[in-house]
């Protein structure tokens, strides 16, 4: 698996726009970027995902550089339910029932209020 | 909104002794994974099952692991006999076809004693 690189850690404060980096210059032309994240005590929650293309839902937005080397999550407006560990995945676009996620140590984010 | 369920939150057992982890995955859902995090540490893929086997395991699901999705709705991870070194949180988590992203529940955590 293609391996990513992220801060250990990040701070923010709260209705602050928040910019996590992610770096993966081993990125192959079919891995997705995809963003998970783990609130304390529960199990990882989807994020958002793209391939090339910069994306937006209602969580988040992706912004994916032109090379795809690397890729930062932004949160528009942090609140306090967003500190979390976030993590960066590649995953290969291998197809059916093959979808591994590989979670490395993420980036851990702080919310002051 | 829909939601993988994890059963029980939280199984003190005894070193050696069988454990049943249960999961219901969200109910359109065909693809179903068991991951798990040791406390402190990353969240690791265990195994991926689809179309009643196992489609990926990793070097973790050994011989003492075993899954199942006896009925429509449950999918199940058995450790036929415990060790000190099981212990962890185990989160089950659930894809439809040809979607981007893993719905996780909220974890079983098992004490091996």
């Known amino acids: 698996d293609a391996k990513t690189t992220q801060p250990n850690s990040m701070e923010s404060n709260e209705e602050e726009p928040v910019h996590l980096p992610c770096n993966h210059s081993?990125?192959?032309?079919?891995?997705?970027i995809h963003w998970y994240r783990q609130l304390p005590s529960q199990g990882p929650e989807y994020v958002i995902h793209?391939?090339?293309s910069n994306v937006n839902n209602r969580m988040a937005s992706l912004a994916i550089a032109e090379d795809r080397k690397s890729s930062t999550l932004i949160l528009h407006r942090a609140t306090l339910r967003d500190a979390a560990v976030y993590y960066c995945?590649?995953?290969?676009?291998?197809?059916?029932?093959?979808?591994?996620?590989?979670f490395g140590k993420g980036t851990l984010l702080t919310v002051n209020p | 909104e829909p939601e993988v369920t994890q059963t029980p939150s939280h199984q003190v057992t005894q070193m050696g002794q069988e454990v049943i982890l249960r999961c219901v995955p969200i109910?359109?859902?065909?693809?179903f994974y068991w991951y798990r995090q040791i406390l402190g540490q990353k969240v690791e893929f265990l195994v991926s099952?689809?179309?009643?086997?196992?489609?990926?395991k990793s070097e973790i699901f050994d011989d003492q692991f075993s899954v199942e999705r006896p009925d429509g709705s449950n999918f199940t991870l058995k450790i036929r006999s415990t060790k000190l070194e099981d212990s962890a949180m185990y989160f089950c988590?659930?894809?439809?076809?040809?979607?981007?992203?893993?719905?996780f529940g909220e974890g079983s955590r098992l004490t091996v004693l």
């Open positions: 988590a659930s894809r439809r076809q040809e979607a981007g992203e893993l719905f």
């Open positions: 081993t990125i192959s032309g079919t891995d997705y």
């Open positions: 793209g391939l090339t």
């Open positions: 995945i590649l995953r290969a676009n291998s197809g059916g029932s093959n979808y591994k996620l590989t």
């Open positions: 109910s359109n859902h065909l693809y």
């Open positions: 099952f689809y179309n009643n086997e196992i489609s990926e």
